[in-house]
């Protein structure tokens, strides 16, 4: 697909929260994602005091650090780390006795309104973050499909209507976009490299609002110059829109210097070979993950995870990009997404 300068675009400004159906619960325990918690998402919301939080320039994160009771402190702090110790250490406590609470923000800024603990080791100051979320199943399907077709491994667990998720190091991408792209021309072709695979990624299944802030960076030095790959943090927007573009960083203002880097780096014809090149590599994923990958679309076909509008409005939006009217005809946004990205993987790049 071409880069064309064209982005009037936005996601919705409110999305629909789906909570977690029976066929994903099913798939989830299956899977070993699903956990007994001793904090539910609600246990969080007992905070009784809350401060911004601000960055080290003294600007607003639009982050709160919040405070609770001492009577709810202590069961609270406990079952965090006990959390922690589940995703880390399958639950042995006994290797964590080192480690406390020392902090919990609140953003009440986006759907998830997500709290993030951090976890600090009090022998050598290290610290380590999660995340704890509402679970919401469009969500949840955006984690799965990014641990099976991408080159990141995903680590989170649920119960009941809480989704705890582990913290995605990486250099905050509009950072990187705003001080790290004037570099050596060399980097900067690897950049612009991986930005059009990480563009492929999104579209091929249906990733949203891959706006700069959503995503981050991780820098590799390597024998000559670095290696870069972009890795998306924020799931929320998976499959849920009815615009084509949304599901394109491209066309998202907030990239128009990963754009613009790219333009004057890379020509058309090695454009076209990183995105067939990230395809093969999805082709091959998909192939080892296939019967993972089944039973989740069969989870999906169940559930609703988008609003009937936003489905007929992508599938008349695929079928032309597609050249098949087959797309109109879906009604649901998980046929949607199985049915683009076979497609995908089926033709070759746009000419």
């Known amino acids: 697909m071409t880069l064309h300068i064209d982005r009037n675009d936005v996601p919705s400004k409110k999305k629909i929260f789906y909570p977690i159906q029976k066929p994903l619960r099913n798939y989830l325990i299956k899977f070993e994602r699903e956990a007994d918690l001793p ?25 709160k650090t919040v405070y609770y009771d001492e009577s709810e402190m202590k069961e609270l702090y406990a079952g965090l780390k006990y959390i922690y110790a589940i995703m880390h250490a399958a639950g042995r406590l006994t290797v964590m006795n080192h480690l406390s609470v020392a902090r919990i923000d609140y953003c009440s800024f986006g759907n998830s309104k997500p709290f993030r603990v951090r976890i600090i080791n009090r022998l050598n100051d290290n610290y380590d973050h999660f995340y704890v979320k509402r679970a919401d199943a469009s969500r949840i399907y955006g984690l799965e499909l990014e641990h099976i077709l991408s080159p990141n491994r995903i680590n989170y667990i649920t119960n009941k209507e809480t989704l705890i998720e582990e913290h ?10 705003d001080e790290y792209i004037n570099d050596v021309k ?13 563009n492929e990624r999104c579209f091929v299944r249906l990733l949203g609002d891959m706006r700069s802030y959503n995503f981050v960076v991780e820098i590799t030095p390597d024998i000559e110059g670095n290696q870069y790959r972009i890795r998306a943090i924020d ?16 066309y998202f203002k907030e990239n128009n210097n990963l754009v613009f880097l790219g333009m004057d780096s890379i020509n058309e014809q090695s454009m076209k070979q990183y ?24 989870a999906s076909l169940q559930d609703e995870i988008a609003p009937l509008e936003k489905t007929l409005a992508l599938g008349q939006e695929l079928a ?4 098949d009217k087959m797309f109109t005809k879906i009604r649901h946004m998980g046929h949607m997404v199985k049915a683009h990205l076979y497609a995908c993987l089926v033709n070759r790049v746009n000419d």
Not at 186 to 198: A, G, H, M
Not at 236 to 242: C, L, T, V
Not at 277 to 284: A, D, L, Q, T, Y
């Open 235 to 250: 799931f929320d927007q998976q499959s849920y829109e009815g615009r084509l573009k949304l599901y394109l960083p491209q």
């Open 168 to 177: 995605i190091p990486g250099l905050p991408g509009d950072v990187f976009v």
């Open 275 to 298: 995105q067939q090149e990230e395809r093969s590599i999805i082709s091959h994923r998909v192939k080892l993950g296939r019967y993972r990958l089944r039973e989740l679309f069969e």
């Open 320 to 323: 032309n990009y597609h050249q």
């Open 186 to 198: 060399f980097n900067q072709t690897r950049i612009s490299k991986e930005f059009v695979k990480f």
């Open 39 to 63: 904090i539910q998402y609600s246990d969080m919301l007992r905070f009784n005091l809350s401060t911004p939080l601000l960055d080290k320039n003294g600007k607003d994160t639009l982050w």
